[in-house]
């Protein structure tokens, strides 16, 4: 997955791993899928595509073999052989907790397991997603050496485009960037907003499967006025967005949420965020510091959250947004990309002396 002009929000975190390594002095040469693949015969023809490339690359070209969702791009590599001190695999949300229990995705599970023991380095995007990996890993009976699994949050946040432009705008304004996704939490959002005790707009950034949904609740709930919705956005233009949100909601019901970048964006620009209490959020959501926690599919509670931070004294909020940005820091890309250079060197150096 790799973003398009069609589709600019499409896998942008790998977008930033790669220019993150190239700004680091790597030469990449990408195998991927470029936008959303389409319907489902084309989806078929692309991974085709995708396969056949990686069956017929000379890996002895390269020093690394990086593999981004093993779950499915791991696949043509069990009929190839790979040094495995060559192998380096970045596990994201559906690796390890697939959507379903079908059967398909039990072998694309083993085949995570598979690219696992054979790889040289798991990078994981959170201390939350390394603990999960762990633990399925005991339960499946595999041992793995703790030193070879590196968290490394996914390409990070750009802290030259995405940070705080402070407005002197009054109006209180909530803020959704994402995917327009039942899972994504979408409609507990809008549930949530009729129950708001204070004037408000929110501004809905995205496209997705509910998008419909969406359309057809703001009118037959007469929102158009308080509901504006925006097309997928650029990466490059994101900070306007951000910095017109008086506060940020992450209502995700993902168990699969591995990180969450646009909450980590929002908080880089000085927003606060209110999200929900699951997976890798709970990591970097701090309560009364950076922002708030609800508890996940309620939308009664995200409501309370919302009522309570509209009444909060200017100088708590100030509070909030200085802390929020401050508490980001550590997800500079720049930072994130020159820990993976530097542990791509420290493995290039081990596998000289071998």
Known sequence: MYPTKKDPAYGVFIKNICSGLTNQGCSVKLITIYGR???????????????????????????????????HTYIPCLFRRIETNKVIVRLHGTDLIPVSKST??????????????????????????????????????IHLESSKIFINPSGGVNHEILYPVRSDAHDFQIGYIGRFDKTKGTRVLL??????????????????????????????NNLSEKIILYKEQPQEILGQFYNLFSVFVFPTLRKQESLGNVAIEALSCGVPVIGSNIAAVKDYIKE??????????????????????????????NQLKDNARRSVVKYSSQKVSLDFYNKLQEISIANDRM
């Open 37 to 71: 693949p389409g319907n489902y015969l084309l989806k078929l023809v692309k991974y085709v595509i995708l396969y056949l490339k990686i069956l017929f690359i000379n890996f002895k070209d390269y020093d690394f073999v990086y593999l981004s969702y093993p779950s």
């Open 288 to 317: 009364d510091y950076n922002g708030y926690l609800f508890e996940p599919d309620n939308s009664a509670k995200l409501s309370e959250r919302l009522n309570m931070f509209y009444n909060l004294p200017r100088e708590k909020k």
């Open 104 to 141: 398909l995705s039990k072998f694309m599970q083993k085949v995570v397991f598979k690219c696992v023991q054979r790889a040289r380095l798991i990078v994981v995007p959170s201390t939350y997603f390394k603990n999960i990996l762990i633990d399925l890993l005991n339960k499946s009976n």
């Open 191 to 220: 549930r949530a907003i009729k129950h708001l005790e204070f004037p408000y707009k929110l501004i809905m950034v995205g496209d997705g499967p509910e998008k419909k949904y969406i359309i057809n609740y703001i009118k037959s």
